[in-house]
Structures are given as C-alpha cells and as structure tokens.
C-alpha cells in the first residue's frame, strides 16, 4: 500500500526526464539550430508570400516566407549581355533566392547571385530589378470584369542593373564595364509580364 505514495513522484521525474532528453535533442539537431525567424528584408507588404505566374514562361515566380524565392516550379528570369562584343543570353535560376523589395523605387533587388559575366568565373552579384504594375492608370475604366481585373494583376519585372561588391562594379544597360581585360555590356533587357495569381 506504500507504493501509490511514490506514483505521482515517478510520474513528475519521468516526465521531467523526458523533457530533459527531447531539450538535448533538439539542441544537437542542426535544422532546429538554425530554425530561427529571419529578419523581414525590405517592406515586403507587395510581395510576401505572393505568387505571380511568368505569361511567357508559365512558370511561377513565388515570393515565400523569410524573402526567399519558393522552390513551386522552375522560375527564371533573363539576362542578356555582350561579352567581348559577342551576344551573350543566360537563363538565371530563381529558385531558393533572398530578395528584398523597395516600395519606393518599386524596385526587388535579389541577393548574391552568383553570376559569371566576365568568362572569369562566378562571382556573387545583386540582380536590381524593376517590378511595377504594367498599368498605374486606367485599370477602374475599364468595363470587361476580367480585364480591369487582369489590369490590375499584371506586374513587369525587368533588369535594371548588377551590382558586384566583389569588384566594387555597378553594371546598367548600355554602359561597358571592363574587368580583368573583359569588357561587359548589358544590353536592353527583355520585360517578363508576371500576373498575380493570389
């Protein structure tokens, strides 16, 4: 009959115990480590967790959590450049970029790209692009339902220059930047048409 005395004792140091070991664990787990809320980069008010579908590309451009390009499909955007005097296109890979937005100069910047411009390998770059609404304007004119709202969801993103600390370079359209005996210049860049999904 001694023995109910105990019960709740045990009771209390098992469960004590086992949220000793579960604290232990997670404090070797490196992804819980590193699970901590990021700062929010910009005013992010435009873009957070909002979802715009490339028109040309059909792929989707995906503003996620913690200023970080989703992995939801395959986004890229284009870049185009003369090398040497010699037409260079590349597709840039979005997917799991940092970005932060400007809302004053309507401008989203995406962080340490690594770029290799210059044929002298890949160096860390920042990718200032203009995104702003196609039509500021007239959208509540219309009459067609479908197409004020179409109006008023169609975003241009569109480069508007690089910035490679690395090097102290700022690269924008038309003006050559030379490097090591590589001449670089961005050529007029092609506009994608995103649509807000969300």
């Known amino acids: 009959m001694k023995h109910p005395i105990y019960r709740p004792f045990i009771i209390i140091l098992s469960v004590a115990l086992l949220f000793g070991a579960c604290s232990r664990e997670f404090d070797d787990n490196e992804d819980y480590q590193y699970d901590r809320v990021e700062p929010v980069l910009g005013d992010n008010t435009l873009l957070y967790s909002k979802i715009f579908r490339n028109k040309s590309t059909g792929t989707y451009l995906w503003f996620d959590l913690r200023n970080e ?15 040497n005097s010699i037409d260079r296109y590349t597709q840039i890979d979005m997917r799991g970029r940092i970005y932060e937005y400007n809302k004053e100069t ?3 910047t995406f962080l340490n790209m690594p770029l290799n411009l210059f044929g002298k390998g890949e160096q860390s770059a920042d990718l200032i692009c203009t995104l702003a609404r196609k039509q500021k304007d007239g959208c509540d004119d219309l009459t067609d339902e479908a197409k004020k709202e179409e109006c008023k969801r169609t975003y241009i993103l569109v480069i508007k220059r690089i910035e490679i600390s690395e090097i102290d370079a700022i690269l924008t359209v038309g003006v050559p930047y030379t490097y090591q005996g590589s001449s670089v210049v961005l050529t007029t860049q092609t506009e994608q048409e995103l649509y807000l999904t969300n």
Do not use: D, G
Request: hydrophobic share 45%.
């Open 106 to 108: 309507e401008e989203v």
């Open 69 to 83: 390009i989703a992995n939801f499909s395959k986004p890229t955007v284009s870049l185009s450049f003369l090398q």
